[in-house]
């Protein structure tokens, strides 16, 4: 903007003089012209500098031009033209004058010279546009928010570390340079600090001169204040004082303001009723409101804009709330533009100097005349939510300019956003518009920085007013105080989604805690976290559930709001541990706080119930009563759980065991302690074992989200914490009993009897109390063996990821994805996955589909937990079928024990004693007892399981105790002895190892076998540990290793017998299987007689592709012309895939049909600009060699009968028409487009191909007519022809009539070799091809109907062959059956396809194709021989030569010969243009000058063109080099020739063409006929061919072209590829960050899109970008695919990382990117964010996909699988 042209007016005049000039007849501001020329900007800033009101005249100033520049008349119609006069006009009259005021001489310079002189601060302050990449360091940064962009990034020293990659929303900035913002490596190299930069205290205001200081003081002041004044300006009319415009008119505009609640859909309609504007104009109105905020919509007097404002206001009434209109002044909203341009130019100019950003921020912090709360950038703040979007990001983009880059007043600044904080917040909540547009998200820039936010929070209790301010506005709350959120409204919802960005800000504040206290910030934290315990207290016992009993619950209750705000608190919480884990004295006061909370939400718990007393096992203990199943429980405990992670601390910490005395331990009192918990724990289990049914979803979700990695490690995790606390401080058989009586099992265990099974009648009761069991048991296991939590047991935080990793992929290898998802993240968005992972697990890197996988390394199997506390059920199930696999694999026994534990801390040691408590002990023989007999359903196997998990880890627990003892104090554990007691009286039953014993051989529980042969083994261990602590004499352990030997071999033995056992079974069962399938076979042989012959005959192609026998390599093979040897006279069987009948394929049978897929195709095109003619008046006879458009045909290689598929066809139609009656959506095929898909293997498919018989054999006993002969012949036969079309010319009439050839009979109508529903069916097909190629409806009489029949054949073999090619497979013997059936259907369908149409179309067809290469009087306009492709030409010829055949009565001349002359023709005409477009310079290798005859030839026939056109062409000395190109030129052609001859006369190929190899060239000659060097063809037929060449030299087409006038194709044409993809994909990001959209000026594209086949980036998904295709508006990714594609598009979605195909308007899919990160991982939608590169065999395959065609194939697969694609408006995209 501030170009030197701007500043200097001089300048400015002539030019201005001109265009004034141009529009002085039509422009009512040309009266302003003259004024504008004579304007000086220099002298109007010397009259200023003496005025004595400066403000004054400033205002004067605008108030006379603002109006008379800006805002003149309606906008939206106004062109760019119109746009650019405002610029330069306010560049000149209004900001320049400003300008030279400022800098006091010539801008441009001065402002040069200031950026020389400014020292930069360090910050790089670079402003993220919307989608542009930004980059943030694991390793390093601060916290998540901490980013870089893409230049500091390179720069840095984090490219090397592991970094992660997102796309920004625009609005932030890059913190390279701060020092608080990175661990390590802060600067780039860019912007690291020099030695002589200045240092940070030094004023940069001092560096400037004091009169532009003063000057500086004065203007932005005014500006600044201008511009506040302006935009918190609220009257329609009126302006401020000293601005109301000299003159004013009746000239009004019609504002229309964004909101977040209307659709673009409710605008569009609206403003069509109300402006009368078409919809492109309304969309483009629409686009201009969301982007800017407002945008005027009519201009008028009043009265005109009044009408249009009441229109909109009414016409949206009835929504939730009417759009916002105002009528404001045409000068209001001129001053209002301008007071933006003022606030963008002010960001400006402080870019040059330091010295003025400062200034800026002194003029806007400056408080005003009204005290508090009134600076400029206080206002622009309060009034932040009635400004419009466009005009907060401009100022907000200042702010972050000026204040946020000057370190001193990014502080000020951050005391006034935290003293007007609560308002601002206010203001949002009932704001509209998203968190980027609002002042409030400047909070991530102030609270992030961690010196910032700690002087806030000690100055301005910031930690305070937050949660106040969050508790404030949730105001729903019950009886009690608790938050209550049912029946949510959808604004309460709305709102309740804006009130969480407050915790957002509560996290920034928290997210690094301090390494250092001082006494003020201890004071701040712990008000602030009494104020946060008292936003607990409200939660807790939130959303309480009651049983339903009897009836199913009515309306399902709300609980996402609490769960969404519980997740949200999750982080806060861990923080809040965090910051008090470093330091005592706060925690200490923090776990006092916590318990008196908690003792307050306690006071209730136990009044009015009912005291109770329990005894059990000769133990007793007083509770209460109360029961989950009857009375109200709530998941929801925050206090609860923050003090068990407090308590926790106190052991990690050390702090309880050092300053006991400072504790109020003596408050606790554990059972009240562990109630909550323990009733939410039930209640998960009552709700498991069924009891809660009647609850509805909403208690499931709570359940599942309660153990879901989100929320578990707050809710679950600590409850079970809690429960482990209070244990450790009671009696454990207190605790056990009380846990007994709150499962509600309590009376089966104390029975007198216990170990008789209590007997229930019901059997569903029977069934609950067995799963209540099951789960109480799971529970004792969770609380003696978690201790993988750091100061529960005595591990390090590292041990437990590893401890979680090992269970993940304990249950099947894992991506690493999957492994992020099931780990807690922290507050940075860290697992702590990457410190770990290499040590327990390998990576296996993925193959072209699929992704990388960890496997757990074997050494950790044995940490193998089966009752691991984070595993589902299913996770459960299946981690222990695949454990038990793994271990029978290596031969070991499946046992799965539990895994040695580490040992509890000191404040949870005596948790252990919960293993061999008396009550454990009688509940554990109680189920083995139960076990022993096992009669009725009194008991399961998963309850025996878990008892003897629990044995186990008593004995892993005795036994660890012995290893580590010093023999100085007995071992206390002494569980062996305990189970060797017998059961007390009355029940005498043995002791638990004497039923273990028992239960070793019980054949009922052969799967537990292994584990008990463990525990016995164990117990056998200790007691010889025991036997020699106590002897203290140190024996060798011999004897216990002699009994585990001989266990082990007992075993081993045991398990060779079974395995034995299972071999002889399958043994067994294999023969009785292969019995009955010879049975079976026998019963019905000529079944499989036939399925043999069918297979013979389907694989005609592989039995040919077999090496040719003795015999038939004396022939050598030929495929066309009178010596070509056809296939052995073979019936062609097939069978319909509908009705199973079996056919043979006879011209005159019942037609049967191969189900194809016909498209328009630009695959191999060479120009994709090429606009092709309208269709009606499209000549489709001669293909371009550019090949711009073809038409392809693929099969699925599945056969029907013809009335079997109409049938089919008829069904699908009619189901179709019932469809669009019920729903309206679109199918994954479009039937109205005939449509179907394969009945068989559903492939998307739209017609069908006829199958025909094979041809005969040539007739040898024909003699071969020459060239020469059979030319003559057939110009007769054309001739003859001519005459019967009555074509002739007059002077020809004179002459006599044409001489005949004998037996040529124009009037014979040849027979149809074909029954008739063949001829349908031909019908059929020719229509298909018709339709697709030309895009217009059927019409049988069109004479093109044959041609594009014979297009599609010569196209689809063109397209295998360049596959073949591409992939280096030889040209016979590697395609699939499928693509082979194909061609062989295609290639005779087309030698038939001339019986349904007319003779004389199809003569014509060939007369002019002949006359392409030979000179005919009667045909006009010949073509360009460079504008033909040559394959085309000979195919088509081929075809349709059998009519003209057909005519020949005589029985004297053959097909085969006409066919060879024919290709002989094309080729020598292939040669020619392969010559003409030769470019040789490339190569300059000189071979030696002998040359063979090939190349003596090759120059022969190039000076021979050379002579026709003389200078074109350039000398070429070298033969060799010419021959080369021929070679290479024609090879394509003859491979493709090879194909179609060989599908055509079914002939063996020679073996050589069966492999990939280099004696190619002299195989296909051979197999063609053709002589090995070619150019023999036009030595041996020289004068006959030398006036064709002449002929076609001459042509001024040639000349034309070669001389530059067109696209000369040169052969071979090469392979078209997709585009080449850069290899880091954040270069892509950065390319389309860059990417403005091209329609709605110059602003940023929301989806910008590439496309992959041409490079094209486009706007897709957006109003702005639609264009109307075929009368519908699409996207503009599928107006893209109709002129690049033919309808197709690849396309790569850059902000989402994603492949999209589309297929015409209603067809498209996702398809996996070709972009890995370094797990082998896609991330599509770059949700994770680490660095993606290119995987090139993934890009390959997608390259396949398209070359293959089978896009559309894919597509149609994708949309029926999945049926939410098909509902995707994908025309819009």
């Not at 006991?660 to 918990?677: A, K, R, Y």
Request: hydrophobic share 35%; charged share 20%; net charge negative.
């Amino acid at each position: 903007m501030l170009s030197s042209s701007a500043s200097c007016s001089s300048s400015f005049t002539a030019e201005e003089g001109k265009m004034a000039a141009s529009e002085s007849d039509r422009d009512p501001t040309s009266a302003l012209c003259s004024e504008f020329l004579n304007f000086s900007a220099k002298d109007t800033a010397t009259w200023w500098l003496a005025a004595a009101d400066l403000q004054h005249e400033v205002y004067h100033h605008l108030a006379v031009y603002v109006p008379r520049i800006l805002c003149l008349g309606p906008s939206g119609v106004g062109s760019s033209r119109e746009e650019q006069r405002e610029e330069l006009a306010c560049q000149l009259l209004l900001l320049a004058p400003l300008e030279w005021f400022l800098l006091g001489e010539e801008p441009a310079a001065r402002l040069a010279q200031l950026q020389q002189n400014n020292q930069p601060s360090p910050l790089c302050g670079h402003v993220f546009k919307v989608g542009e990449p930004t980059y943030s360091c694991r390793e390093c940064a601060a916290d998540p928010t901490c980013v870089l962009c893409m230049q500091c990034f390179l720069g840095s020293v984090h490219k090397n570390h592991r970094y992660r990659m997102t796309t920004s929303g625009g609005g932030g900035f890059c913190d390279c340079g701060d020092t608080e913002a990175w661990k390590k490596g802060p600067y780039c190299q860019k912007h690291t600090p020099t030695d002589n930069s200045r240092d940070t205290e030094e004023d940069p205001v001092a560096q400037l001169p004091t009169d532009m200081v003063a000057r500086g003081y004065s203007i932005f002041s005014i500006i600044l204040k201008y511009a506040v004044e302006l935009l918190t300006w609220e009257q329609e009319d009126q302006l401020p004082e000293g601005l109301e415009p000299p003159e004013r008119g009746d000239t009004y505009y019609c504002m229309l303001f964004n909101d977040e609640v209307h659709t673009y859909e409710q605008v569009i309609y609206t403003l069509q009723k109300a402006v009368n504007c078409s919809q492109k104009e309304a969309i483009s109105f629409a686009t201009t409101v969301d982007r800017d905020g407002r945008k005027s919509v009519r201009y008028g007097d009043f009265q005109f804009c009044e009408q249009a404002k009441s229109v909109i206001v009414v016409s949206t009434a009835d929504l939730t709330r009417p759009l916002r209109v105002q009528v404001m002044h045409s000068s209001v909203v001129a001053h209002q533009c301008f007071a933006l341009k003022a606030l963008s130019w002010l960001g400006q100019i402080i870019q040059y100097s330091d010295g003025l950003r400062r200034i800026l921020c002194q003029v806007g912090l400056q408080k005003g005349p009204e005290g508090e709360n009134s600076s400029l950038v206080n206002r622009l703040m309060l009034n932040d939510s009635k400004m419009w979007k466009g005009a907060r990001n401009i100022y907000h983009q200042l702010l972050m300019n000026s204040l946020l880059m000057d370190l001193k007043y990014k502080k000020i600044f951050a005391i006034q956003f935290a003293k007007s904080y609560e308002r601002l917040q206010s203001d949002y909540v009932k704001d509209d518009h998203d968190r980027e547009f609002s002042i409030t998200d400047l909070s991530v820039q102030i609270f992030t920085v961690p010196s910032l936010a700690r002087m806030l929070m000690v100055e301005e209790n910031l930690m305070t007013t937050i949660i106040r301010t969050f508790v404030d506005h949730l105001r729903h709350r019950d009886l009690q105080g608790r938050f209550q959120f049912d029946r949510y409204t959808a604004q309460q919802a709305f709102k309740f989604g804006r009130v969480q960005s407050l915790i957002g800000d509560l996290k920034y504040v928290l997210i690094s805690h301090p390494t250092e206290w001082n006494d003020q910030l201890r004071l701040k934290f712990l008000g602030g976290l009494d104020a946060f315990l008292e936003l607990l207290k409200c939660m807790q016992g939130m959303d309480p559930v009651m049983r339903q009993v009897g009836q199913h619950i009515e309306m399902e209750p709300e609980w996402e709001a609490a769960f969404t705000l519980q997740m949200k608190l999750t982080h806060i919480i861990s923080m809040i541990q965090e910051w008090c884990s470093t330091d005592k004295r706060v925690l200490i006061e923090a776990y006092r706080k916590c318990l008196s909370a908690l003792s307050h939400c306690h006071s209730g718990l136990s009044d009015g119930e009912q005291p109770i007393s329990l005894s059990l096992a000769g133990h007793c203990v007083e509770t209460f009563r109360y029961q989950v199943s009857q009375d109200k429980v709530s998941i929801h405990l925050p206090v609860c759980r923050l003090l068990a992670g407090l308590h926790v601390l106190l052991s990690r910490t050390e702090v309880a065991s050092h300053f006991p005395e400072q504790l109020p331990l003596g408050e606790l009192s554990p059972p009240l302690l562990i109630e909550l918990p323990l009733r939410c724990l039930v209640l998960c289990a009552q709700v498991h074992a069924g009891m809660w049914r009647r609850n509805g979803f909403s208690l499931v979700n709570q359940i599942y989200y309660y153990h879901n990695v989100k929320c578990r490690v707050e809710m679950f995790d600590k409850d079970i914490i809690m429960l482990q606390a209070g244990a450790s401080m009671m009696d454990p058989n207190h605790f056990l009993m009380i846990v007994l009586s709150r499962f509600e099992l309590f009376h089966i265990f104390s029975s007198a009897d216990v170990r008789k099974r209590y007997r229930e009648a019901n059997k569903d009761v029977v069934q609950q109390n067995n799963t209540l069991i099951e789960e109480m048991l799971h529970l004792i296991i969770m609380v003696t063996g978690e201790r993988y939590v750091a100061g529960v047991g005595q591990v390090e935080p590292f041990d437990e990821v590893r401890r979680e990793i090992i269970h993940q992929l304990s249950i099947r290898p894992m991506a690493h994805s999957e492994l992020v998802k099931a780990l807690p993240e922290n507050g940075n968005k860290e697992t702590g996955l990457e410190r770990v992972i290499d040590s327990v697990a390998s990576f296996k890197k993925p193959g072209v589909t699929g992704r990388g996988l960890y496997e757990l390394r074997p050494e950790w199997n044995r940490y193998f937990n089966l009752y691991f506390y984070h595993y589902s059920r299913a996770d459960q199930s299946k981690a222990e079928e695949a454990q038990r696999k793994l271990r029978r694999q290596n031969g070991e026994d499946t046992a799965l024990p539990p895994p040695p534990p580490p040992p509890f801390c000191p404040l949870f040691a005596s948790l252990v004693n919960l293993l061999q408590c008396d009550v454990l002990l009688a509940v554990e023989g109680a189920v083995l007892q139960w076990a022993v007999e096992p009669s009725g359903g009194g008991w399961t196997e998963s309850m025996l399981q878990r008892v003897l998990h629990l044995v186990g880890m008593a004995l892993l627990e005795e036994q660890q105790q012995l290893e580590n003892n010093s023999g100085d104090e007995d071992v206390t554990f002494n569980y062996t002895s305990k189970i060797t007691r017998p059961g007390e009286a009355p029940s005498t039953s043995g002791s638990v190892l004497a039923l273990l014993e028992s239960l070793q051989n019980a054949p009922h529980l052969e799967v537990h076998k292994d584990i008990i042969t463990w525990i016995l083994k164990m117990v056998s261990n200790i007691k010889t540990m025991r036997e020699r602590t106590s002897s203290t004499s140190m024996v060798n352990i011999s004897p216990g290793q002699g009994l585990e030997e001989m266990v082990r071999d007992k075993d081993k033995a045991e398990r060779k017998r079974k395995a034995e056992m299972a071999r002889l079974r399958r043994e067994k069962i294999m023969a009785q299987m292969s019995e009955m399938q010879k049975h079976f076979i026998n019963e019905n042989k000529e079944l499989f007689q036939q399925t043999v012959e069918e297979l013979e005959a389907s694989t005609s192609a592989a039995a040919e592709n077999s090496p040719p026998s003795l015999e038939s390599t004396c022939v050598s093979q030929v495929c066309v012309g009178p010596k070509r040897v056809s296939g052995a006279e073979r019936r062609q069987l097939v069978t319909c895939i509908l009705c199973q009948e079996e056919q043979e394929v006879k011209g005159h049978g019942k037609a049967m049909v191969l189900a194809a897929f016909v498209q328009r195709s630009t695959v191999l095109s060479k120009n994709r600009h090429r606009n092709l003619p309208d269709p009606e008046h499209r000549d489709p006879l001669f293909m371009h060699p550019d090949l711009s458009l073809g038409i392809h045909t693929a099969s699925c290689g599945h056969i029907m009968h013809a009335t079997c598929w109409q049938r089919y066809f008829e069904a699908v139609q009619l189901k179709e028409q019932r469809r669009q009656q019920r729903l309206r959506g679109h199918t994954s095929y479009d039937v109205e487009n005939g449509e179907f898909l394969c009945p068989l293997c559903e492939c998307l498919s739209n017609t069908v191909i006829p199958l025909l018989p094979h041809v005969h054999s040539a007739d040898r006993s024909v003699d071969h007519p020459s060239l020469e002969v059979w030319l003559k012949t057939t110009n007769q036969q054309i001739a003859a022809l001519h005459s019967s079309h009555g074509n002739r010319s007059d002077s020809a009439a004179e002459e006599a009539e044409p001489a005949v050839p004998d037996g040529f009979r124009v009037d014979v109508i040849p027979q149809n070799p074909f029954s008739s529903s063949i001829s349908e069916m031909i019908t059929t097909f020719s229509m298909s091809t018709y339709k697709v190629g030309l895009k217009v409806n059927p019409n049988e009489q069109d004479h093109r109907v044959p041609v594009l029949s014979w297009s599609t054949c010569a196209f689809t073999i063109q397209s295998i062959e360049h596959l073949l090619m591409d992939e280096e497979k030889p040209l016979f013997g590697s395609l699939p059956c499928r693509q082979d059936n194909c061609l062989s259907s295609l290639t005779r369908f087309g030698s038939a396809c001339w019986t349904a149409a007319p003779l004389k179309t199809v003569h014509t067809h060939f007369i002019r194709l002949l006359a392409a290469l030979v000179s005919d009087s009667q045909v006009d306009a010949t073509l360009c021989i460079l504008d033909i492709d040559m394959f085309h030409l000979l195919v088509y010829s081929v075809l349709s030569y059998s009519s003209v055949h057909s005519l020949d009565q005589s029985g004297q001349s053959v097909v085969d010969s006409a066919h060879l002359h024919l290709l002989h023709l094309v080729t020598v005409a292939h040669l020619v243009q392969i010559l003409l477009t030769s470019n040789t310079e490339e190569v300059c290798m000189d071979q030696d000058t002998g040359g063979s005859q090939e190349e003596e030839l090759t120059c022969q026939l190039y000076n021979t063109l050379r002579k026709h056109l003389g200078s074109v062409l350039p000398e070429v000395s070298s033969g060799w080099q010419l021959w080369r190109c021929v070679k290479a030129g024609v090879l394509p052609f003859l491979r493709a020739t090879a194909l179609f001859f060989h599908y055509l006369n079914s002939t063996a190929p020679p073996a050589d063409l069966l492999v990939a190899g280099p004696s190619q060239w002299e195989a296909l000659c051979s197999y063609l006929s053709l002589p090995s060097n070619l150019l023999q063809l036009h030595l041996s037929h020289h004068t006959l061919l030398e006036p064709l060449i002449h002929r076609w030299c001459c042509h001024p087409g040639v000349r034309e072209t070669l001389q530059g006038g067109g696209v000369i194709i040169r052969f071979p044409r090469e392979s078209n590829r997709l585009i080449d993809l850069p290899e880091d994909y954040s270069v892509l990001i950065n390319q389309a960050s860059s990417f403005t959209c091209p329609r709605s000026g110059g602003d940023k594209s929301r989806a910008p899109t590439l496309c992959l086949v041409c490079g094209s980036m486009l706007c897709s998904q957006s109003y702005c970008c639609q264009t109307e295709v075929e009368g519908e508006d699409v996207g503009a990714c599928t107006a893209h695919t109709f002129t690049c594609g033919a309808g197709l598009g690849l396309f790569l979605r850059v902000r989402e990382s994603q492949v999209l195909f589309v297929a015409g308007k209603t067809k498209g899919c996702f398809y996996p990117p070709p972009y890995l990160d370094d797990y082998g991982e896609t991330d599509q939608g770059l949700k994770r964010g680490n660095p993606l590169h290119l995987c090139l065999e993934r890009y390959r395959k997608i390259e396949r996909l398209w070359r293959q065609h089978a896009i559309a194939e894919i597509i149609g697969h994708a949309q029926e699988a999945n049926q939410t694609l098909v509902a995707i408006d994908w025309q819009h995209l």
